[in-house]
């Protein structure tokens, strides 16, 4: 039962991963690299596929041997989540606090993916 909920877990995120492709609020790698986690649990066949996909296969890949992000999903990363964070001060004109409880997660989140290694 553990195999197949991972699985169908690992499947849920690579679908997750191909709608962040158009949807640039959602992070495609991350879900593909926490696909590859339950997939490398469940079925090394699509953990194989998935490493050696022609699109997803090198920054999962990369991710996995040394924490590395590449520099232009840093900066596509980075990016995304000022400009997210900019619609939404210009939308909502939030209060303060608001605005800091939102600010806070980004600022964290963009710290960490400019602090990996650089693949």
């Known amino acids: 039962m553990k195999r197949v909920t991972f699985l169908a877990a690992g499947w849920v995120l690579v679908a997750l991963g191909v709608v962040g492709i158009f949807l640039p609020v959602m992070p495609t790698t991350v879900f593909l690299i926490a696909a590859a986690w339950f997939f490398a649990r469940s079925s090394p066949r699509f953990e194989a596929w998935l490493l050696h996909h022609p699109v997803f296969g090198p920054s999962v890949s990369r991710w996995r041997e040394n924490g590395a992000i590449g520099g232009r999903a840093k900066a596509l ?38 602090t990996r290694p650089t693949g």
Do not use: E, N
């Open 77 to 114: 990363a980075t990016i995304s989540m000022a400009v997210g964070y900019a619609l939404f001060w210009f939308a909502l004109s939030p209060s303060p606090t608001l605005a800091a409880i939102v600010a806070v997660p980004l600022v964290l989140s963009a710290g960490f993916v400019l």
